[in-house]
């Protein structure tokens, strides 16, 4: 069941969510302009979030640069338009279950390296990519039925200008995805402590080489440390990304 929910009350709100419905917003932003270009949707829709309480109305979102919990009235102020899409099918169980993996979830930073993966699939007009790249995090609370829907149904290719800037930037992007992947399994992998230890030494040692290497140098072995730079400067990225306010790790 779908209901257009913008310029609602709270009042009126409460009466037309349930816990574990979804909302479907069309954004006003730069980056909502960004999602609907690579669906290519330009009135489709750029987010959703998930009902945690109707009483007062609350959502979960993944949003930059965490998952945060939030009024849903201020959810739908930032929108264009706005859907409640309630699925009669979904016992109270199962809507309790998404709540808790909601609650469970919320500071988690996001997923920016998985930007990548959904730019290959809008740029080639496949689901390939989203469902066999790999994944740090394992799993995300999704059903293996639901999955296979998913990776089943047809990926409609982005604007033909977004698929095209997606290429150019690949040379770049690609280094990021795989950068952002290799810390995130090293993360998983490690003692949180260890982690920050191992990690805080390396970037140290390599930037004080840069630091104290010659600009003229920099280009020396055909490029390769500038690469490195460029690969150092990127990890230096995700830890300046994962450190904003209100993140944690799982």
Not at 106 to 111: D, E, F, M, Q, S
Not at 145 to 165: C, H, I, N, T
Request: net charge neutral; aromatic share 12%; glycine share 8%.
């Amino acid at each position: 069941m779908e209901a257009e929910v913008n310029q609602k009350t709270d009042e009126e709100l409460a009466v037309l969510v349930q816990p574990g419905d979804f909302i479907a917003i069309q954004g006003r932003g730069l980056f909502s302009r960004l999602i609907l270009a690579a669906e290519g949707t330009p009135d489709g829709v750029s987010h959703v979030a998930v009902v945690l309480t109707n009483k007062p109305p609350l959502v979960i979102e993944v949003s930059p640069p965490r998952v945060r919990v939030r009024p849903l009235r201020l959810l739908l102020a930032n929108s264009k338009k706005a859907w409640v899409l309630h699925d009669t099918t979904l016992s109270d169980t199962e809507r309790e279950r998404m709540v808790d993996f909601g609650c469970l979830s919320t500071g988690l930073p996001y997923g920016y390296i998985r930007l990548f993966p959904h730019g290959l699939s809008a740029t080639f007009g496949t689901r390939w990519f989203t469902s066999h790249l790999p994944s740090p995090w394992g799993s995300d609370g999704s059903s293996d039925d639901l999955k296979k829907k998913s990776a089943a149904s047809p990926q409609q290719p982005g604007e033909w200008w977004f698929r095209v800037l997606f290429l150019l930037l690949m040379p770049f992007t690609l280094p990021l995805y795989a950068i952002g992947l290799m810390r995130a399994l090293l993360e998983r992998l490690l003692s949180s402590g260890l982690f920050a230890i191992v990690e805080g030494g390396v970037l140290f040692v390599v930037g004080m080489h840069f630091i104290i290497t010659p600009l003229s140098k920099t280009m020396d072995w055909g490029g390769c440390r500038f690469l490195f730079g460029y690969l150092w400067f990127s990890w230096l990225a995700f830890v300046e990304l994962d450190a904003l306010p209100g993140t944690r790790r799982s």
